[in-house]
């Protein structure tokens, strides 16, 4: 087992190994999979192995630099839908002690505690103010 541990250890050498975005296809891979087991969405599981063999590729893969690349890639591309992911989920958390509003100048998201009343908001980012209740 230990032999075999070593062997493991030493294939790997001067591999790419993991990173966020190998974790991101191997597990849109398995829930692809997932999801082909309902009719009519089979062609999914092909797009899943797809998916998990890029994974794969890249783990095992020697060229970094295209791998940093699609790693680079990935974070840019998934920034956005994070920090709405990230964001609904505090909102969820604090439902019950903050309101949130969207500032109608800039568009940022603005966080202010339930319960106060009638209350005049300054956007932090523009200056904009705004009366709301909370
Ligand atoms: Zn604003």
Known sequence: MRQLARKLQQFMVGRYGNDEFTLFL???GLILGLLANFKYLGFLYYIGAILIIF???RTLSKNYNARRKELNWYLLWSAKPKA?????INRIQERET?????CKNCKAVLRVPKGRGKIEI???KCRAKVIKKT
Do not use: V
């Open 122 to 124: 300054t956007c932090p």
């Open 98 to 102: 903050h309101k949130y509003f969207k």
């Open 55 to 57: 994974g794969l590729f």
């Open 84 to 88: 709405e992911i990230k964001l609904l």
């Open 26 to 28: 191997s597990l849109a």
